[in-house]
């Protein structure tokens, strides 16, 4: 069975930092690219970053360019997102997201999430 | 960026009866190999997001055929042909053909 599961999140102050994981299990990790995809509070969602299968090509938006960083590590089945100088929009549940097929946003399986709160 | 827009924004509907979900987009999805890279995604109440429909119209797997997809270049349809109470959440729309991907303002489904 496929699992995908958040952990990291939590309350912290604007301008701190966080580091999310996700621990997948039920497929093998290293041949899928992963993803995180947010959503605010009462708000849609909001794709914010990406990484191939061997970690070499990552790509986020514009609004966590230079703060966020997505990175894996295959050989313990494990993603993350390092997140630096947060800030209170930050505020959401990140979910980890699994990419089937070779091209496009086919994303086949999600984690719960885990919430990110950013404030004072 | 792709600006991804659904409508209506809410629609209720009562059980048996069919509904009708419409998303554009600002630019054509029609990728270079001949697929068009739209997605149809359902959130129950707090629950995660999960995939309904790929490329288009290919239902993905246990999604009841009561749902299905169309459409073409910038204009697209998700129906269920008989709503059930199951079917109660938002249903978002999302191009997967240009960073940074993007998903419609999601249309929330109510059972009458």
């Known amino acids: 069975e496929v699992q995908l599961v958040e952990s990291g999140g939590g309350l912290v102050q604007p301008g701190g930092s966080l580091r999310l994981s996700c621990a997948a299990s039920?497929?093998?990790?290293?041949?899928?690219?992963m993803h995180w995809v947010r959503q605010a509070p009462g708000k849609g969602l909001v794709w914010v970053s990406r990484i191939n299968s061997d970690g070499s090509d990552r790509r986020c938006a514009d609004s966590v360019k230079g703060r966020f960083t997505i990175s894996r590590d295959n050989a313990k089945n494990t993603l993350h997102l390092q997140m630096n100088s947060l800030r209170a929009e930050d505020t959401a549940v990140y979910y980890c997201?699994?990419?089937?097929?070779?091209?496009?946003?086919?994303?086949?399986?999600w984690g719960h999430g885990t919430l990110v709160t950013v404030s004072s | 960026d792709i600006v991804m827009t659904q409508t209506p924004l809410s629609l209720s509907v009562t059980p048996g009866q069919p509904a009708s979900l419409s998303c554009m987009s600002s630019?054509?999805?029609?990728?270079?190999?001949?697929?068009?890279?739209l997605y149809w995604y359902l959130q129950r109440p707090g629950q995660s997001p999960q995939l309904l429909i790929y490329?288009?119209?290919s239902r993905f797997s246990g999604v009841p055929d009561r749902f299905s997809g169309s459409g073409s270049g910038t204009d697209f349809t998700l129906k269920i042909s008989r709503v059930e109470a199951e079917d109660v959440g938002v249903y978002y729309c999302?191009?997967?053909?240009?960073?940074?991907?993007?998903f419609g303002q999601g249309t929330k489904l109510e059972i009458k």
């Open positions: 630019q054509s999805l029609l990728h270079s190999d001949g697929k068009t890279l």
């Open positions: 039920g497929f093998t990790f290293s041949s899928y690219w």
């Open positions: 999302m191009q997967g053909i240009h960073l940074p991907y993007t």
């Open positions: 490329e288009v119209s």
């Open positions: 997201v699994r990419r089937t097929g070779i091209l496009g946003a086919t994303f086949d399986y």
